[in-house]
């Protein structure tokens, strides 16, 4: 335990080392990456009622934290096979998923200040009290750690010029085509039928549940299919990391 503490930790100071330069600029992407969206949607939707409103107060960080898992981190996986940092990392004496873990808490740490902001500036556009909830935490760090494990698990698998592509694809579709924004309702059956197998629904509703109290599903179901994804994300990743060793 104390050599796997030990080796996330180096990992996550070699990964802050390497992106201190960058990292005011990448916390002010995410940031208006967070309020864009809250502005963004406004627009669509001129007349805005109470339960739309709390769906994109609390779908914006939703989307920025499984875009982070789904986008940034594959193509950080991406850059550092091309650059030869992905195999000197899997030559070093660490755990297996010492790196993601690592990966992860560099790029969710920068997501926090845009996630904050985005809600407080949401409340304010949209005129709504949150209720954050005890279990806020845990569904951030849950929703960022199962969007970053899958994300990871791709790269890994898929070549790195399919790999962006692939994962751009699919940062569109979440971003048009998944209940965060907006109920499940409102999707045609196929998409309604997809997204009770895909956890990005699940992932909104923990979120949106911890800082409304307002659940689509029950809170158990929602939190056991996300942790169900998170953990086959990892499961996959430990597994091509072993293979690679």
């Known amino acids: 335990m104390r050599r796997s503490w030990a080796s996330y930790r180096l990992l996550l100071l070699w990964q802050y080392q390497r992106n201190r330069a960058f990292l005011p600029m990448i916390v002010l992407i995410q940031t208006l990456l967070g309020v864009g969206i809250v502005y963004g949607f406004a627009l669509l939707l001129p007349n805005i009622d109470p339960t739309t409103a709390r769906y994109l107060a609390t779908g914006a960080p939703t989307l920025g934290l499984i875009i982070m898992g789904l986008t940034v981190v594959p193509q950080e996986v991406s850059q550092a096979k091309l650059t030869g940092r992905y195999d000197y990392i899997a030559s070093l004496p660490v755990p297996r998923l010492a790196p993601l873990a690592a990966d992860v808490t560099f790029w969710l740490v920068a997501q926090l ?61 979440v971003l048009l085509f998944s209940p965060i924004n907006f109920p499940a309702t409102r999707l045609p059956d196929v998409l309604r039928a997809v997204h009770r197998v895909l956890p990005v629904q699940y992932m909104a509703d923990v979120v949106r549940g911890s800082l409304t109290g307002d659940y689509t599903v029950s809170a158990s179901l929602a939190f056991a299919v996300v942790a169900a994804w998170c953990a086959a994300g990892l499961a996959l990743s430990y597994r091509v990391a072993v293979r690679r060793r």
């Open 113 to 173: 200040p845009g996630t904050v902001a985005t809600l407080l500036v949401a409340s304010l556009r949209f005129d709504i009290h949150l209720k954050v909830g005890l279990s806020v935490i845990p569904a951030i760090v849950l929703v960022a750690l199962t969007g970053a494990s899958v994300g990871y698990a791709l790269a890994s698998l898929v070549k790195p010029q399919l790999a962006q592509q692939i994962t751009n694809f699919l940062s569109i579709g």
